[in-house]
């Protein structure tokens, strides 16, 4: 180890990776106090990546900044620990830290980039799985084949893609080899071989896939021009590909070749076809990637698509482990980085939500603000990201239910800002009519579907007048008094169904009762459909395809059936009641007997005459017939 003029260690840490940064210095100055934060203090103020080490000396972090000093020393402040669990334990496990600094934002974005990937740290952003993705690969080689491959080899070859599919890859692959037939043989042609005839043509010469440049059947020339069509397809660029088998068409036909000339127009009808099912917006779109990212509990989604000149070439959706908490700028700015290693390049423009926290070299970010094309695109992609986390979902509920229902409750409590996982949620509705038969409903959901045994009904007891809000306190404060008197287990969320009015009604059954900090509590208007957290003038608004909203409008809408239902059937009783006391000689007593006998008022009175009779007595009888009471 080196020492400076002071006695202080210096340390080297790993060495940037095999890529040309125009680094300063990479060491870190050792404080026999072994005091971490004094040492987070001695960072420069310049721009760098910084590692955080265990005790162990393996990096668990590796992060970017602007300013080594200000970002470093920000990780030991108090107020930004509360805001994660992860955040805290990451901190507790910080042994030591390595820095190198460079100069610039987006030196540090890629050396932080190329850290990632080479030392996987437990707490940064990264791919949630393995997985590679087919891409469709143009080897290089002498006469080069064209395949699927799930493996990127850096060897001047040309890779498209990845794919999402593999039946997508499959067609599209097939379709160019429709086009223009190459050899599929791992044979090492060369000119040396070629010439000599070592080899003889196959089977596939026979079938028409191949034209057999093994044997010399088909120029270097001839074969090159098919791969450059082919690459041009696989980039998007088809009216380029367009334009020169129409051409090749017509000189075939001027040439009065006109099987060939038919073969050109065959593959122009392909193109056509092709074109048309993959045409997504309008060409004058131009070239364009598109990323649509969503965030949900610890795991982000991000959608990526790109457009050649109004088509669709490829997308595919990446699954990211997000553990501190990371922004959806952050998230948005790792996965466009991982799609450019991926693809070899970006597009000079990428439409995306909004704009991540760093630049790209030659690419213009574009945030659609009205409808339109781009808009369109943007809206596919989110569509598409909706979906596959729909899908996943799905198939980790058939082999992991308890993993999924994990997730979702992290997202849950994510979305809503709460302290703990909302198992047990509770939600209250209130109906009357003009102030008329005024009750509620309270539903009850553990681990996100209903617990209908614990549902409960309320009569309105306090209240006379028609007061939503009075009513609201009422009810929450009798719901939460008897769990606490009984000892019962209280909710870890209550959902109202009304704005900031009826929400603040609730809350003051909550402070009365001291419960304010033990349950979360939000309210869910029902017009646009807003999200009202306590304290907050401002509401939340929620993507109307998020697991959240849904989740929480299913419980808003049990908890409306549920009240609705039992308010009809009080004031059915009510008109049912009514319309038999009112008749002369009819009691309260004759009422309740014929109600428990026949049930409703329809049933009596097709009961006729004497069966009532036998019932509740001949006066009684007579009188209902004196009323013109049965059918």
């Given at each position: 180890m080196e020492k400076n003029s002071r006695g202080e260690v210096k340390e080297k840490c790993y060495p940037p990776p095999e890529r040309n940064f125009k680094t300063y210095t990479y060491f870190i100055m050792h404080y026999p106090s072994n005091d971490i934060q004094q040492k987070a203090e001695s960072l420069p103020n310049l721009p760098g990546v910084y590692q955080f080490l265990d005790a162990s000396g393996t990096v668990i972090y590796v992060g970017k900044a602007k300013n080594l000093k200000k970002r470093v020393a920000s990780y030991f402040f108090e107020n930004r620990q509360q805001e994660s669990g992860k955040l805290r334990l990451l901190v507790s496990k910080i042994a030591d830290i390595f820095f190198t600094v460079v100069t610039s934002e987006g030196e540090a974005f890629l050396l932080e980039n190329t850290y990632i990937k080479k030392l996987q740290p437990r707490y940064n952003i990264n791919l949630k799985d393995d997985k590679t993705y087919p891409s469709i690969c143009i080897k290089k080689e002498l006469f080069p084949r064209v395949f699927l491959t799930r493996k990127i080899i850096r060897d001047g070859s040309k890779y498209y893609g990845p794919y999402s599919s593999v039946r997508t890859a499959r067609f599209l692959l097939d379709f160019v080899r429709q086009l223009y037939p190459l050899r599929i043989c791992g044979l090492k042609l060369t000119t040396e071989n070629i010439t000599s005839g070592k080899f003889k043509p196959c089977l596939q010469l026979q079938m028409g896939n191949c034209k057999a440049p093994c044997a010399g059947l088909q120029s270097l020339e001839s074969y090159n021009d098919g791969v450059n069509l082919i690459g041009s397809i696989l980039k998007g660029n088809l009216a380029s590909v367009k334009e020169s088998v129409k051409a090749s068409m017509l000189q075939a036909s001027n040439n009065l070749q006109f099987e060939l000339a038919n073969e050109?127009?065959?593959?122009?009808?392909?193109?056509?076809?092709?074109?048309?099912?993959?045409?997504?917006?309008?060409?004058?779109?131009?070239?364009?990637?598109?990323?649509?990212?969503?965030?949900?509990?610890?795991?982000?989604?991000?959608?990526?698509?790109?457009?050649?000149?109004?088509?669709?070439?490829?997308?595919?959706?990446?699954?990211?482990?997000?553990?501190?908490?990371?922004?959806?700028?952050?998230?948005?700015?790792?996965?466009?980085?991982?799609?450019?290693?991926?693809?070899?390049?970006?597009?000079?423009?990428?439409?995306?939500?909004?704009?991540?926290?760093?630049?790209?070299?030659?690419?213009?970010?574009?945030?659609?603000?009205?409808?339109?094309?781009?808009?369109?695109?943007?809206?596919?992609?989110?569509?598409?990201?909706?979906?596959?986390?729909?899908?996943?979902?799905?198939?980790?509920?058939?082999?992991?239910?308890?993993?999924?229902?994990?997730?979702?409750?992290?997202?849950?409590?994510?979305?809503?800002?709460?302290?703990?996982?909302?198992?047990?949620?509770?939600?209250?509705?209130?109906?009357?009519?003009?102030?008329?038969?005024?009750?509620?409903?309270?539903?009850?959901?553990?681990?996100?579907?209903?617990?209908?045994?614990d549902y409960r009904h309320f009569l309105i007891k306090t209240v006379n007048s028609p007061d939503d809000y009075a009513s609201m306190e009422e009810v929450v404060y009798r719901r939460y008094k008897r769990l606490l008197d009984r000892g019962e287990k209280l909710p870890q969320l209550v959902v109202i169904d009304g704005g900031k009015?009826?929400?603040?009604?609730?809350?003051?059954?909550?402070?009365?009762?001291?419960?304010?900090?033990?349950?979360?509590?939000?309210?869910l208007a029902k017009r646009l459909e807003e999200v009202f957290l306590p304290n907050d003038p401002t509401p939340l608004y929620l993507n109307k395809n998020s697991f959240t909203l849904k989740l929480l409008m299913h419980i808003r809408d049990e908890a409306h059936r549920f009240g609705i239902t039992f308010h009809r059937k009080r004031r059915s009783d009510k008109m049912l009641d009514h319309a038999l006391e009112h008749i002369p000689g009819i009691g309260e007593a004759s009422v309740n007997k014929l109600l428990a006998h026949y049930k409703t008022i329809a049933q009596i009175k097709a009961a006729g005459y004497r069966n009532v009779a036998q019932e509740v007595g001949l006066r009684q009888a007579k009188a209902l017939r004196r009323a013109e009471f049965f059918v």
């Open positions: 050109f127009k065959e593959k122009l009808h392909l193109l056509l076809d092709f074109q048309a099912k993959s045409t997504v917006v309008n060409s004058s779109v131009g070239n364009v990637d598109v990323f649509y990212i969503v965030k949900e509990g610890n795991l982000a989604y991000c959608s990526f698509m790109r457009v050649a000149a109004g088509t669709l070439v490829y997308s595919y959706t990446m699954e990211l482990n997000a553990p501190l908490n990371e922004t959806l700028q952050e998230l948005l700015s790792f996965a466009i980085a991982r799609i450019k290693d991926l693809t070899e390049g970006l597009n000079e423009k990428i439409i995306v939500p909004y704009k991540p926290d760093v630049e790209f070299e030659g690419v213009t970010f574009v945030i659609p603000t009205s409808r339109g094309d781009r808009q369109k695109l943007l809206a596919m992609a989110e569509n598409n990201c909706r979906a596959y986390i729909a899908q996943r979902l799905e198939q980790l509920e058939s082999v992991n239910p308890e993993v999924a229902l994990e997730q979702r409750l992290e997202t849950l409590m994510h979305d809503l800002n709460l302290k703990t996982l909302p198992r047990h949620i509770e939600c209250f509705d209130n109906s009357n009519t003009q102030g008329q038969n005024p009750v509620a409903a309270c539903v009850v959901f553990k681990n996100v579907k209903p617990s209908k045994k009015g009826q929400l603040n009604a609730a809350l003051k059954a909550l402070k009365r009762l001291n419960l304010r900090r033990k349950i979360s509590i939000v309210g």
